[in-house]
């Protein structure tokens, strides 16, 4: 795996034309040659686990290239041909997720599974046609039969079966004779090819497992290679389009049609799977971090799935905007996980209402305050866009600061609040610290300020200006919250490439929960999925787990790239 290099840092490259696409380029050009084509394609999901953001891209794809023509469509397939891994659960996450990221497929829901019959009936036509057969070796024997790029295949001595035993011996697989083990289909290609795919690949086994559509009304399963290009053909797909590793079992998809004579047939076009640094995309794994309790579920928000980052606060646009472009390629590569957070940043920006939140309280009273005084100041919700509005916010004796915006014995750069300094508070008045309270500890627990109500409003009239202003959320009047702060989950760019088990390098600080933080009024009512941003802090979006006057915000993302920060220091 590969860390690209600076061409994904969107300001290096940022054109009206998009980033190349050759699949898209192929589907305009069969559009220009004929404007009526049809034009079918589909995303077939495997429901054993919930989507993640390499399948955005795929549905990104798929949906836009059926948008290309007016008449375009896209369908959207389970394969479900593995029932012991495969849910219900993941069926009904899949859906949601992808209506969530802004698509609908065409017609009803497709799966594999609905085709099991016909596939069935097509898998005796090859066997009359003395194109399958049934083995009866062990696991063992046909693994070490297949041979390997290096090593040539071994016959089977069940090759030569005579049809009517195929069709016998198949007959009472599907009726559930026979133990899982004792016998598979076969396809009857060529066990010399120097294509390992091709010598004489599974078609079917006994696996006498409950499925989750059929429930246990078929004994036997389709393999993935002879249920996947049949489906398209049935749903007469005319672009499958497949990951890289798909390529070399085209020529097993092509035999398969030809034999069963199949037109018109799908088109198959592959292309690189979308990778992320810091990041791992396997469902597999995923599913290990969600079993192994190493993550709190599927939706963690810190999990690359499409469940996890709608939680986590990031917006289906800038998933949609990054899927775009990254674009498509006829290689693997990892794409730098800051182009993502880039465009989460771009769009929360736009999109978010600014508010105000301490997350690590330290009280102020305002000594020349009395007990109480509420001094009202109006707030724009957003610094550029009217449209956002704006709310009222309660300056009182009491209030809270951000215990990182006091230092008592600061450095030379620090702009925010030191004994005898002034620090301006986020759309109010200037504050000048008097007096700084201690526990017995030595802590910092209380500072004493005055209050200068001639520097009230963004523009003072002394004209007095001060280098810091600080957010502040009033202590009667702020509500408590809980703030999980959410980073990368791993420490490392290539969590696969690293010696031993990608676990080994979770990133332990990868959630931090701070309680007992303070933010302002307005979000009393801020139902769960709301998007914000804590001035100063970051983007922060309403947990699912808030409960009536005890909201939780999850860390979308903060506000700059700390890690290019660190990067850099290195
Ligand atoms: P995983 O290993 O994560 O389970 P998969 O390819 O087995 O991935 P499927 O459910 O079979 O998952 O995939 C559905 C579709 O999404 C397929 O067309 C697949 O090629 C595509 N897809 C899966 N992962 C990626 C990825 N990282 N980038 C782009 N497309 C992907
Ligand atoms: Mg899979």
Not at 272 to 301: A, F, H, I, M, Q
Request: hydrophobic fraction near 35%.
């Amino acid at each position: 795996m590969s860390v690209s290099d600076k061409s994904t840092d969107p300001a290096s490259e940022r054109t009206d034309e998009g980033p190349p696409n050759f699949i898209r380029d192929m589907v305009l050009e069969l559009l220009q040659r004929d404007p009526d084509a049809r034009l079918c394609t589909r995303f077939p999901p495997e429901p054993n686990g919930y989507l993640h953001i390499g399948h955005a891209k795929s549905i990104v794809l798929n949906f836009g290239l059926a948008r290309l023509a007016p008449q375009g469509t896209c369908n959207l397939r389970f394969d479900d041909t593995n029932p012991a891994t495969e849910e219900t659960e993941y069926v009904e996450a899949i859906q949601a997720d992808i209506r969530w990221l802004g698509f609908q497929w065409d017609g009803p829901v497709h799966y594999a599974s609905d085709y099991f019959e016909q596939l069935y009936r097509w898998a005796l036509d090859l066997i009359r046609a003395g194109k399958a057969y049934v083995d009866s070796q062990s696991v063992e024997e046909l693994r070490e039969g297949r041979g390997s790029f290096h090593q040539e295949g071994r016959v089977s001595p069940y090759r030569e079966r005579s049809i009517e035993e195929n069709l016998d011996l198949f007959q009472r697989m599907r009726a559930g004779e026979f133990d899982e083990g004792a016998h598979v289909l076969r396809a009857k290609i060529d066990m010399a090819s120097k294509d390992v795919k091709l010598r004489d690949p599974l078609m079917y086994r006994i696996r006498k497992v409950a499925h989750h559509r059929t429930g246990s009304e078929w004994p036997i399963y389709p393999m993935y290679d002879w249920a996947h290009g049949q489906s398209d053909a049935i749903e007469e797909i005319t672009h499958s389009i497949c990951t890289l590793e798909f390529q070399n079992h085209r020529p097993l998809y092509d035999w398969f049609l030809d034999t069963l004579g199949i037109s018109p047939r799908p088109y198959q076009t592959e292309f690189g799977k979308l990778n992320l640094t810091y990041t791992v995309l396997s469902k597999r794994r995923l599913l290990r971090l969600v079993n192994e309790g190493r993550v709190s579920g599927w939706d963690d928000p810190r999990m690359p799935t499409l469940a996890g980052m709608r939680r986590r606060g990031i917006t289906p646009s800038a998933l949609r905007a990054f899927c775009e472009r990254v674009g498509v390629s006829k290689h693997d590569g990892a794409v730098d996980i800051s182009l993502l957070e880039y465009y989460i940043r771009e769009d929360l920006d736009a999109t978010t209402r600014r508010v105000l939140a301490v997350l690590r309280p330290l009280k102020v009273v305002l000594v020349n305050l009395p007990e109480d005084a509420a001094i009202e100041v109006s707030a724009p919700y957003h610094p550029s866009d009217e449209a956002f509005g704006a709310r009222t916010l309660t300056v009182t004796r009491e209030l809270y600061i951000e215990r990182d915006d006091f230092m008592e014995d600061p450095p030379k750069k620090y702009f925010r609040l030191a004994p005898g300094r002034e620090v301006r508070l986020r759309y109010a008045a200037i504050i000048r610290c008097v007096e700084v309270i201690k526990d017995e500890a030595g802590e910092v627990v209380e500072l004493r300020c005055t209050w200068d109500p001639e520097t009230l409003g963004a523009h003072p009239p002394d004209g007095r200006k001060v280098k810091g202003t600080i957010h502040w959320v009033s202590a009667s009047q702020g509500l408590d919250a809980e703030v999980r702060l959410y980073d990368r989950l791993y420490t490392v760019e290539d969590p696969m490439g690293h010696d031993g088990d990608f676990t080994e390098v979770l990133n332990p600080d990868s959630l931090v929960t701070l309680r007992g933080c303070k933010v302002e009024p307005s979000l009393g009512d801020a139902p769960v999925g709301d998007r914000v941003q804590f001035e100063r802090a970051g983007y922060f979006c309403v947990d699912p787990d808030s409960r009536p006057g005890a909201a939780v915000f999850n860390r979308t993302i903060a506000l700059k790239d700390s890690w290019a920060k660190i990067a850099a220091k290195k």
